[in-house]
Every structure is written in structure tokens, then in C-alpha cells.
């Protein structure tokens, strides 16, 4: 059964660069997507972006000048760096795996996504 | 954007009754395929969310059939038939037509 974890320092200073890793283990990197998302102290979800095992990413269109996802299925991992981080950046960031869903109209055969395992999250606090 | 915007936010709802949470889109989420780009997750006190539908009304590997999805177009529902109490926790709904965008969350609680 694939299990996500994230890992990463709990405590940044205003302006600093975000680095969290996730890792995989359980199962195979390949031919999935995998997501980042946060949930600022109670409030609700936001993905920020996802990379294929490919290496293709999708992001936020609200965070894409600052987040860069990434992979290195060797190591059976993916990471999130989110530049110059401000207090709305404090959450708990979760990562996850979009598992794929064939639709099939002909000739057309569409792929639909959605998040299937979720790590536990890891908690973000951004204080000078 | 796509905004998603679920009610009632809180539903306090008595064990063996049925319960209903609406999500609405501020756009269609009609794909050109002819299937609806809409899930549903639930947060459980403590956990990180887990899918209960997917593509509008397919339930997920393991959910209980008394959790069913329906809607169309910017219009969706999620319907328990009989509360339990372990159903306690935070429902979103999300769109993934354009990015993926959640709604703010519907917290139900037992009465």
C-alpha cells in the first residue's frame, strides 16, 4: 500500500524559500501525478501544482511565480520549494497522489485525476 | 478561477437521519468529453482528507454506499442516506475543469 511523507523545517523566517520533500514508498512513482497542497491554520484547501513522473508540472496560477515542484523517481520522492514566504504561508502542506481515471470516448481516450493517498501533512510556521 | 462555494457550512445532524451538502461552481464543470470534473473529500478530525467521489457520482475504493454524489452543470449535492457518527468532519468539494479548486467546507457534527 503506497504511504506518502512529508518532511521539511517546521519554522521559517519571512522571505526565506520553503523546501518540503515527500516520500513514496509502497509503490511505484511512474505514471502518475503528484500534488502538493496547503491548509492555512482552520481554513480550507489549496492545491498549489502537481508533477507528472515524467517531470511535467502544472502549478497554481496564484502561486506559480513562486512554487517549483519536482521529482526524482530514483529516489522514490518529490519536493516543493516555495520562494520568499510571507505568514499567509503558514499551513500544513500535504502532498498526495493523483491516480488516473480512463474515459473512454471514441476515438478519444481522456484521463481523469484525482487524489487517492494523501501524506499526513506537515506543519509550516513562518515567524521572524 | 473557478470559485466553488458549498452550504450550509455547518450541519449538525442526528445519528440514523440522512444529511446534504450543495456545492456550487461559478462555472460549468461540463467537460467537452460529456463527464463532470467534480470530487468530493472529507477531512476527519485529526486526518488529512481522503476521496469519497470522483467525476461527480463514482464513489472511491473502500466508501460505504450510503454516500452517494449527483448534480450537473455548476450544481452538485452530496448525499449521506443514514449519519453515522464516525461521518463527523469537514466535506469539500472540488473542481479540477480548470486547476483544481476547492470549496470552503462544510463541517457536520453529530446533534
Known amino acids: 500500500q503506497v504511504q506518502l511523507q512529508e518532511t521539511g523545517p517546521g519554522l521559517l523566517k519571512p522571505s526565506e524559500t520553503l523546501s518540503l520533500t515527500c516520500l513514496v514508498s509502497?509503490?511505484?512513482?511512474?505514471?502518475?501525478?503528484w500534488s502538493w497542497i496547503r491548509q492555512p491554520p482552520g481554513k480550507g484547501l489549496q492545491w498549489m501544482g502537481y508533477?507528472?513522473?515524467?517531470?511535467?508540472?502544472v502549478y497554481n496560477p496564484s502561486l506559480k511565480s513562486r512554487v517549483t515542484i519536482s521529482i526524482d523517481t530514483s529516489k522514490s520522492h518529490f519536493s516543493l520549494r516555495l520562494m520568499s514566504v510571507t505568514a499567509a504561508d503558514a499551513a500544513i502542506y500535504y502532498c498526495?497522489?493523483?491516480?488516473?481515471?480512463?474515459?473512454?470516448?471514441?476515438?478519444?481516450?481522456?484521463?481523469?485525476?484525482?487524489?487517492?493517498?494523501w501524506g499526513k501533512g506537515t506543519t509550516v510556521t513562518v515567524s521572524s | 478561477d473557478i470559485v466553488m462555494t458549498q452550504s450550509p457550512l455547518l450541519l449538525p445532524v442526528t445519528p440514523g437521519e440522512p444529511a446534504s451538502i450543495s456545492c456550487r461552481s461559478s462555472?460549468?464543470?461540463?467537460?467537452?468529453?460529456?463527464?463532470?470534473?467534480l470530487d468530493w473529500y472529507v477531512q476527519k478530525p485529526g486526518q488529512s482528507p481522503q476521496v469519497l467521489i470522483y467525476?461527480?457520482?463514482n464513489r472511491a475504493s473502500g466508501v460505504p454506499d450510503r454516500f452517494s454524489g449527483s448534480g450537473s452543470g455548476t450544481q452538485f449535492t452530496l448525499e449521506i442516506s443514514r449519519v453515522e457518527a464516525e461521518d463527523v468532519g469537514i466535506y469539500f468539494c472540488?473542481?479540477?475543469?480548470?486547476?483544481?479548486?476547492f470549496g470552503q467546507g462544510t463541517k457536520l457534527e453529530i446533534k
Open positions: 498526495a497522489r493523483d491516480v488516473s481515471y480512463p474515459i473512454v470516448v471514441p476515438p478519444t481516450t481522456y484521463f481523469y485525476y484525482y487524489m487517492d493517498v
Open positions: 509502497g509503490g511505484s512513482m511512474k505514471n502518475y501525478f
Open positions: 508533477v507528472h513522473s515524467s517531470g511535467r508540472t
Open positions: 462555472q460549468s464543470l461540463l467537460h467537452s468529453n460529456g463527464y463532470t470534473y
Open positions: 467525476l461527480g457520482s
Open positions: 472540488m473542481q479540477s475543469l480548470q486547476s483544481y479548486t
